[in-house]
């Protein structure tokens, strides 16, 4: 392990920085390099982390604070997190890397967030709540673009159908999504599609016609180049986000679908080529193909784009027996722009939290269903409201 003394930043450092020094591992990736200059932005001075001290030292300056360590040395990664507060964790896939992370997290008491999508992440931070809350610490996975806008927009709409039995949740987020992105989606693709359904996780075939479906994502974007690519009546295709994991503990419905919206060419295609494609990425030589393919092509959206680009989260509440539903929508940064935004913003919070609040938690059950609405260019587009089955 390589360990820099804290040096100082050209930047202010807040007063509560000092007391509690937090790091970023993963940080020279794509998103990473994101969180840092948010971070730095908001006068925050982390340290930065990773397995690449080129990278790192490159990246510090001459000015910046970095560790570099690797995940599968425990010792080192031990060593990695001493006098830390907190951990922002970057490095994804995170199947492979937060297991470690976390467990390191929890031997050495330091509060965990990262920016994951993947459901068995979030399970294995819930199965290990007991552990955090005897640490007296936070591990909150999942705080970018999945989950945190669609984990608000559940919290509110349960909170107007407290009764609810199913919740279905959708995002929308136009355009080709970094290198690291695609290639999780290929790591998680041969798990296949899955769904909860009476509070336990079910592994469903996406064909049926149940998902064959179109969701209102709000009015149509107005103007400019999203005019025509954001909102309206949207097909969508059935898939796997955390929300499974994390919209079940902070609502309590037990039924529970994600989409995403794609063209409708990919919606109708998708459930048929899915089960095929989940056997094809099973190979290891397909996996590695597609990952030599993936870091061929850009490492993701541009600046332009990320400054320009919107997304959208659509949430929907029914309680079965009486018919009752509610709906609402969102709309919010561009995703990386958004998960750089939230992540030090739920960083910063975890870190003002008392110990009451520790165990493994999620964005809305923690900060409230409408945190959210305070951050920079999200607001509700179409409020929830109340419908009622005539
Ligand atoms: N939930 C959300 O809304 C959201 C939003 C943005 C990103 N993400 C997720 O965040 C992850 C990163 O995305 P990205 O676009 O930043 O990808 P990226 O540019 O490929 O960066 C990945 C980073 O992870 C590091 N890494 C990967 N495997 C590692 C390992 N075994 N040990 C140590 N470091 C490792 C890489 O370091 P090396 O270069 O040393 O390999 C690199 O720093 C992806 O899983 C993506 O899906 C989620």
Known sequence: MHTEEPRTLGVPTPPGNQAHPWLIYGAYGFTGRLLVAEARKRGHAPILAGRDEGKLREMAGDAGRYRSFPLDDPRALREGLEGVSAVLHAAGPFIQTAPPMMEACLDQGVHYLDITGEVPVFEAAFEWDQEARDR???LMPGVGMDVIP??????????????ATHLELALHSPGRPSAGT?????????????VRREGKLARVNPGRSEFRRHVEMGPPHPSGPLAGRLGGRRPVAPYTWGDLATAWRTTGIPNIT???????????SLPLLLPILRRLFRQ??????????????PAGPSASRRASGRTRAWGRVEEKETGASA???LELPEAYRFTAMAGIRALEEVLQLDTGAAGTRTPAGTFGARWILDLPQVQLIQPPARRQKP
């Not at 669609?150 to 407290?162: G, Q």
């Not at 290639?183 to 693709?189: F, K, R, S």
């Open 182 to 194: 695609l290639q999780t989606i290929v790591e998680g693709l041969p798990d296949g599609l899955l």
């Open 258 to 268: 994600c989409y995403m919206v794609t063209p409708r060419w990919q919606a109708r």
């Open 150 to 163: 669609t984990d608000s927009l559940a919290a509110m709409l349960a909170e107007l159908l407290p009764d």
């Open 136 to 138: 007296g610490i936070v």
């Open 284 to 297: 290891d030589l397909v996996r590695r193909g597609l990952r030599a393919w993936i870091r061929r092509g």
């Open 327 to 329: 709906e609402a929508v």
